[in-house]
């Protein structure tokens, strides 16, 4: 069970501003970008703030935001020897991560004990690289500014009508804890790359050649508008890339996915458009990526396809993981300080502004989200004629 204190929680999940967040420009469209993230998830928010006018919602249509935690409870086959340092954290049994929780609540009182150390069940769009805002100096924790303008970068969750219910928890067993279920997402996008290219096999050596050839990225976006389309973080498609595996050397994939295995060639071939519903097993970390992403912040789920079609091969496969163990959830308390504990988290996401351009960036081009390093098309060509 995770007993750590907040402080501690907060220590292991956020991180200061670096680089020039505010730099990052949609693309203009989702061809050849892939599409956006669904994801249904069990969740402990902050309570929601109501925007006073349009014009300020971080997502535009959606008139509430807040701080939320969201407890990826670890698989057992991410704990073996072979994949434990895929993770960002391995010795944290159950990471908790934070996103701006943004929602749609009209004609309707927000009662703050309706929402604190409370459980929701939600449904709605997630986009785990973070987005920038401007935002005012509200409760006092942020930085201190002059002009009193702040950047809030942080990754997001989108959750429109109807997505969202409160819950009460409930175990099965007296050693469970909840929540014992990962979040489900769905998406369709192409293929970046597979393992053996965009992983850096010194940093996980007990993968071998046929568990990395079945492992790759997969490029998607998110479309977003926000309340006032001249302000970051634009409206547009942002984009951000997953990691989907296949854990091959454990059960009951080592089965399921005998004929990727022995295929000569991988199917996370670039470009190759993928089709999958499936669980965010964890993070990995940027440490073990060729092109990882420009932020701290920036989140790289670990997904494990429960269906899965690859669509140029006009086959599919599917299978039915084990489910992940029991992971700690301790409810965010009230702190000393007399803030809640969501509001120091939100402190946190924020940083004095950057200076921003005097005119618009100029748009960007259809190319995976900002991964400095070697070009993809030569990387991915020496892969192939090596």
């Not at 409206?235 to 990691?243: D, E, K, L, M, Y």
């Not at 089965?255 to 295995?261: E, G, H, P, W």
Request: proline residues 12%; contains cysteine.
């Amino acid at each position: 069970m995770n007993n750590r204190p907040v402080s501690s929680i907060m220590a292991a999940s956020i991180t200061s501003t670096h680089g020039p967040p505010h730099a990052r420009k949609p693309l203009e469209s989702q061809r050849s970008a892939g599409g956006d993230m669904s994801i249904t998830f069990f969740v402990q928010p902050g309570c929601p703030s109501r925007f006073a006018s349009s014009d300020l919602h971080r997502v535009k249509g959606l008139n509430t935001e807040t701080i939320a935690r969201v407890i990826l409870p670890t698989p057992p086959w991410l704990t073996a020897l072979d994949y434990s340092p895929l993770r960002t954290d391995p010795a944290d049994p159950s990471p908790s991560i934070f996103f701006s929780l943004n929602l749609s609540i009209y004609n309707q009182q927000i009662v703050p004990e309706d929402w604190l150390d409370q459980w929701f069940f939600m449904a709605g769009r997630v986009h785990p690289f973070a987005l920038t805002w401007e935002v005012e100096r509200q409760d006092g924790l942020e930085e201190s500014v002059d002009n009193g303008l702040l950047a809030y970068t942080i990754p997001a969750l989108i959750v429109r009508d109807q997505g969202y219910q409160p819950i009460l928890p409930r175990s099965l067993s007296a050693t469970d804890q909840f929540p014992l279920s990962s979040p489900i997402v769905s998406f369709t996008g192409p293929i970046v790359g597979p393992g053996p290219v965009l992983l850096r096999k010194e940093s996980v050596p007990a993968l071998d050649d046929v568990q990395l050839k079945c492992c790759g990225f997969v490029q998607l976006t998110t479309f977003l508008a926000p309340g006032n389309p001249d302000k970051t973080p634009y409206r547009g498609f942002h984009p951000f890339q997953v990691f989907v595996i296949f854990p091959i050397r454990a059960n009951p994939w080592a089965s399921l996915c005998k004929k990727m295995a022995e295929r000569r060639d991988t199917q996370f071939q670039s470009n190759v458009l993928l089709t999958c519903t499936g669980k965010v097993a964890g993070l990995i970390g940027h440490h073990l990526m060729v092109q990882p992403p420009a932020l701290e912040q920036d989140y790289v789920f670990i997904v494990v396809p429960d269906s899965w079609t690859f669509l140029d091969k006009g086959v599919s496969g599917s299978g039915s993981p084990t489910p992940p163990p029991g992971a700690a959830t301790s409810a965010v308390r009230s702190s000393s300080s007399g803030h809640t504990p969501f509001e120091e988290i939100k402190a946190k996401f924020t940083a004095r502004r950057p200076a921003a351009p005097s005119t618009p960036l100029p748009d960007a081009t259809a190319t995976p989200a900002s991964t400095p390093g070697e070009s993809m098309p030569s990387v991915i060509y020496s892969y192939i004629t090596s």
